[in-house]
């Protein structure tokens, strides 16, 4: 229960957890949050802990800051992992908890991780020890907490976001794990060629423990040389091929990079586009959910000032379909580009969602009869398509100052064009049609102005 890897033999710990820093000075990244003139910082080093959520991406740090909190503050250190953890590992966890706080001064950390697997009665369960001080409760979460965690724990423990490493801060927990005899490779005395330790902090992805593991599994592919083991580019592509880009499909990178795609079209990014699109993909997401998200933003962002746009996206989706991811993704790929170059306009999706908030807050209003059918003849009788005028036996087709709308709400207009693709001819149509309307001596509701 104390510590995860208590029972595992140092020598036999992947080069991540030995490479872990023994003190918060060896500590890399954070800054925002540990610099000297951190708040958080100084908390630590005064021992004033307090229960908080670290949330961030995996290999930055969470777990190891946890334990570094409770060796600063001399406290006891816990550990359970929702993913392995229930109810009972909760209780047990509790029960330990309340006899090192009576056995002994000690404060007890208790290190929650994966916290936001944890179902929301498990998550309460830990609620009255937060509050009568049973344990300073630290959580790691590489989800939103907003949206995983109940608010009565958020509403005990304060948010601190931990942030992917820089290529710097890589490449000084790179060379600390080159460079150190006891629990690093130094003995190795590895050579990278070329620019493979360059690659090699890039491929990391801001995430040490990700770093050091391809450092390690390099480090078995390496090969004799004059001055010690080499790391030349060729070995270091072996070992990138293998590797999977970080990304989860259920949680907050994917929807940070669906996020930056929307982004980049509606902002008319083709760059940003496509390579937010090409990073989806290497992720390993289903390349018809972004098929999915281009209908939408054809619609959303682009509407009518190129309906085209609708028709390339449909088309790249049944190419998918047709021909299988290898082409079929390329064929995605275009549609973001096109979708990105094309004009924009939401004036579409404006004109929609107000035409459905007033439909919901307006009274059931009736239809006019003069748009009715008259299949019957009662519904004749009762007046049902009185004066109804067939567009095309009018002057080019349009019956100038007809009503398409009920009476109450026929001055409203939804739909207004931007001056942008399409829409600019379509807004030169509109008022051409609206002068007709204010000249035409059969103006259905000769009160409402148009």
């Not at 307006?362 to 049902?384: F, I, S, W």
């Not at 207009?413 to 059969?442: C, H, T, V, W």
Request: aromatic fraction near 8%; proline fraction near 4%; glycine fraction near 6%.
């Amino acid at each position: 229960m104390t510590d995860l890897f208590s029972d595992i033999a140092p020598s036999y710990q992947p080069l991540a957890a030995k490479m872990r820093p023994a003190t918060l000075s060896g500590y890399i990244g954070q800054s925002h949050l540990l610099g000297a003139d951190k708040p958080l910082r100084q908390a630590i080093e005064q021992g004033a802990l307090h229960s908080m959520i670290l949330w961030g991406p995996p290999g930055v740090g969470k777990t190891t800051l946890a334990k570094l909190l409770a060796q600063t503050a001399n406290a006891h250190f816990m550990s359970i992992s929702a993913v392995l953890s229930g109810v009972k590992e909760i209780r047990a966890a509790i029960d330990e908890a309340k006899h090192v706080a009576i056995s002994s001064a000690k404060k007890v950390i208790l290190f929650v991780d994966e916290v936001h697997r944890f179902n929301k009665s498990q998550q309460d369960a830990f609620l009255p020890y937060i509050e009568d001080g049973t344990f300073i409760f630290v959580g790691a979460t590489t989800e939103n907490p907003s949206f995983e965690l109940n608010n009565a724990l958020l509403s005990r423990a304060r948010v601190y976001l931990l942030k992917n490493l820089t290529e710097a801060e890589i490449g000084t927990v790179l060379t600390q794990a080159l460079e150190d005899s006891h629990n690093g490779l130094a003995r190795m005395r590895l050579v990278f060629e070329g620019k493979a330790l360059q690659q090699l902090t890039q491929a990391s992805g801001g995430d040490a423990r990700r770093a050091l593991n391809l450092l390690e599994i390099a480090a078995d592919l390496s090969v004799e040389g004059p001055r010690g083991r080499v790391i030349g580019e060729r070995q270091l592509q072996e070992v990138l091929s293998h590797s999977v880009r970080r990304f989860d499909k259920q949680g907050d990178i994917f929807y940070d990079m669906i996020s930056a795609f929307h982004k980049s079209v509606r902002g008319s990014s083709a760059d940003g586009a496509l390579y937010w699109c090409c990073r989806i993909l290497e992720g390993g997401a289903d390349p018809l959910y972004i098929a999915r998200r281009l209908v939408a933003i054809a619609s959303e962002d682009i509407g009518n000032a190129d309906p085209r746009a609708m028709q390339v996206v449909l088309s790249a989706w049944d190419a998918f379909e047709r021909v299988g991811p290898a082409e079929g993704e390329r064929a995605i790929a275009q549609a973001a580009v096109y979708c990105a170059c094309a004009p924009k306009s939401n004036s579409l999706y404006l004109a929609y969602n107000q035409c459905r908030a007033d439909i919901k807050a307006d009274a059931d209003l009736d239809v006019p009869h003069h748009l009715r059918n008259a299949p019957t003849k009662l519904m004749q009788e009762l007046g049902y398509g009185d004066e109804y005028r067939y567009a095309h036996d009018e002057p080019n087709a349009y019956a100038a100052g007809e009503q398409y709308l009920p009476q109450q709400i026929a001055d409203r207009r939804y739909y207004r064009p931007s001056n942008r693709g399409l829409e600019i001819k379509i807004s030169e149509k509109m008022r051409f049609l609206a002068e007709q309307d204010q000249r035409s001596s059969k103006r259905r509701y000769l009160k409402t102005s148009s």
